[in-house]
């Protein structure tokens, strides 16, 4: 791929009181997407706080581009049900990566990013700097639907020729 600065891995932790589409319950996956790229969690049955504990790799080429996050209910006869979306941007983790980060030690926090109308961020959402490697933990309410949050986080896999040998 030309012009690829690296991979973004997400981390999807787990699902917190997600929105019930079944008789009692829900069977979610997520299913991100970053322009034409579209990768899914396995499905979790019967299960409205559901730890996926899954990891989800995107390449990034333009981190312009939002990172969607979807969460669906399977259905084994119909189409499945949506259970609410959010999307989350990536260029205040891209600003982090391309500062030299060596001197800091392990566990400082390098930038905090506030809820607002803007993003679908549920609470304050950190970019750290942990053992050599950029991190960021996300907890996202999930819009259209009554309820639901999805907890996740992001790290970065440099490439020959990415963002940390600019």
């Avoid at 706080?49 to 899954?54: A, D, Q, S």
């Avoid at 941007?89 to 980060?101: G, S, Y």
Wanted: hydrophobic residues 35%; contains cysteine.
């Amino acid at each position: 791929m030309e012009n690829l600065l690296g991979l973004l891995r997400i981390h999807i932790q787990r699902g917190v009181n997600l929105a019930v589409r079944d008789v009692r319950s829900s069977d979610p996956y997520v299913v991100i997407k970053m322009g034409q790229q579209k990768v899914k969690t396995r499905v979790m049955k019967k299960n409205v706080n559901p730890e996926w504990n899954e990891e989800l790799t995107v390449s990034v080429q333009e981190p312009i581009l939002p990172v969607k996050l979807t969460v669906y209910d399977h259905d084994r006869f119909s189409k499945d049900d949506k259970m609410g979306d959010a999307e989350f941007d990536i260029k205040p983790f891209v600003e982090v990566l391309r500062m030299n980060l060596d001197p800091y030690p392990s566990g400082t926090k390098i930038s905090r990013i506030q809820p607002s109308r803007q993003n679908c961020l549920a609470e304050e959402s950190c970019i750290s700097w942990e053992n050599g490697k950029v991190i960021q933990d996300m907890c996202l309410r999930l819009r259209n639907v009554e309820r639901g949050e999805v907890e996740l986080q992001l790290h970065w896999i440099d490439l020959p020729g990415g963002l940390y040998s600019e």
